[in-house]
């Protein structure tokens, strides 16, 4: 069973720039499909990218152009640079783990980014 643990989140000027990172141990990091999801404030959570060993990528089209999800095997650690920040980027962002199953069942607690107009 794979764990994970976010980190990276903050306050930010729109416009600006953060990187999240998520830390995977328990696992085979490579097996899975890993994604970023988001959740705003009265929202329910959103994809925001996916990615799979051999650098399959997806994004969702609001994010499309100023993120990128970065995966580092060596390190089991998935990344999510994000620029150009804006307001409506605001959410607490979790990573996820998808065993290929087309289920996200594993899940971190999340890691807060707030970014301020």
């Known amino acids: 069973q794979v764990q994970l643990v976010e980190s990276g989140g903050g306050l930010v000027q729109a416009g600006g720039s953060l990187r999240l990172s998520c830390a995977a141990s328990?696992?085979?990091?490579?097996?899975?499909?890993m994604g970023w999801f988001r959740q705003a404030p009265g929202k329910g959570h959103e994809l925001v990218t996916t990615?799979?060993?051999?650098?399959?990528?997806y994004y969702t089209g609001s994010v499309k152009g100023r993120f990128t999800v970065i995966g580092d095997y060596a390190k089991n650690t998935m990344y999510l640079q994000m620029n150009s920040l804006k307001p409506e980027d605001t959410a607490v962002y979790y990573c996820?783990?998808?065993?290929?199953?087309?289920?996200?069942?594993?899940w971190g607690k999340g890691t807060l980014v707030t970014v301020s107009a």
């Open positions: 996820a783990a998808d065993p290929g199953a087309a289920n996200w069942n594993y």
């Open positions: 990615m799979r060993y051999g650098g399959s990528t």
């Open positions: 328990g696992g085979t990091f490579s097996s899975y499909i």
